[in-house]
């Protein structure tokens, strides 16, 4: 059975570091490419970071490019995401979510989807 399970998520003020974890298991995770999504309340579901099979290559959305970094441990099957200068706008759900052939960059493409975790930041 595939499973994805964040966690890290919670209450920062802004300017302050988060670092969300993915769990995976039920599927060859080095075989896969991984991402990060997140979702705002009203707001539709957007691409944050996205890491290759290897962790050679990386991909960032433009909001987040030069505050967050994301890696892979594959001995561990985990996906991490620190997030650094965080703003108030990066509020939202944070989904960790795996696809099968690239690197997912857009919410159509992950074959599977973990539960999200919260992330708040506010003072």
């Known amino acids: 059975q595939v499973q994805l399970v964040e966690s890290g998520g919670g209450l920062v003020q802004p300017g302050g570091s988060l670092r969300l974890s993915c769990a995976a298991t039920?599927?060859?995770?080095?075989?896969?490419?991984m991402g990060w999504f997140r979702q705002a309340p009203g707001k539709e579901r957007e691409f944050v970071a996205a890491?290759?099979?290897?962790?050679?290559?990386?991909y960032y959305a433009d909001s987040v490019k030069d505050r967050f970094t994301i890696s892979r441990d594959n001995a561990k099957n985990a996906v991490y995401l620190q997030m650094n200068s965080l703003k108030p706008e990066d509020t939202a759900v944070y989904y960790c979510?795996?696809?099968?052939?690239?690197?997912?960059?857009?919410?159509?493409?992950?074959?599977?989807w973990g539960q999200g975790t919260q992330v708040t930041v506010s003072s």
């Open positions: 039920g599927f060859t995770f080095s075989r896969y490419g």
């Open positions: 890491i290759n099979w290897s962790g050679g290559s990386t």
């Open positions: 979510a795996a696809d099968a052939e690239v690197p997912p960059t857009t919410p159509q493409r992950p074959d599977y």
